[in-house]
């Protein structure tokens, strides 16, 4: 679990927890979800967003895991995880041949720059 605040006038992002979920029905993620943040101590009336990828049991209109968060943090508004949604983009990309060869040659590049003598 991540989270993204304000800081000053900057969005800072940091890594919260990352834990096993025993219980994958959409009850049980909620529930796990709002325990972390009680553990945390975070004050669930600031929660003003919630991210998720396009999963059913995260999304699902009436009985997605973002309803239960709404019901306990009425501001936390659902948004499509920005990662995740990059991830997809790029990934459908990659069917494309030129940008596949692109991203072939900037490995190469990072490669040999990373290889060369650093002595120089």
Same mark, same amino acid.
């Given at each position: 679990?991540?989270?993204?605040?304000?800081?000053?006038?900057?969005?800072?992002?940091? $890594?919260?927890? $990352?834990?096993?979920?025993?219980?994958?029905?959409?009850?049980?993620? &909620? %529930?796990?979800?709002?325990?972390?943040?009680?553990?945390?101590?975070?004050?669930?009336?600031? !929660?003003?967003?919630?991210?998720?990828d396009g999963?059913?049991?995260?999304?699902?209109?009436?009985?997605?895991?973002?309803?239960?968060?709404?019901?306990?943090?009425? %501001?936390?508004?659902? !948004?499509?995880?920005?990662?995740? &949604?990059?991830?997809?983009? !790029?990934?459908? &990309?990659?069917?494309?041949?030129? *940008?596949?060869?692109?991203?072939?040659?900037?490995?190469? *590049?990072? *490669? $040999?720059?990373?290889?060369?003598?650093?002595?120089?």
């Amino acid at each position: 679990m991540n989270l993204h605040y304000l800081r000053g006038h900057s969005v800072t992002e940091r $890594f919260l927890s $990352f834990e096993l979920a025993p219980d994958l029905t959409r009850r049980g993620l &909620a %529930t796990q979800l709002l325990s972390i943040l009680d553990g945390a101590s975070l004050d669930k009336a600031n !929660l003003s967003g919630q991210g998720y990828d396009g999963a059913a049991a995260m999304l699902g209109q009436l009985n997605g895991v973002w309803t239960d968060i709404l019901d306990e943090c009425p %501001t936390a508004v659902y !948004l499509h995880c920005a990662s995740h &949604a990059l991830n997809l983009c !790029l990934a459908k &990309a990659l069917d494309i041949q030129e *940008v596949r060869a692109a991203i072939k040659t900037m490995h190469k *590049v990072a *490669v $040999f720059f990373l290889d060369s003598n650093k002595s120089c």
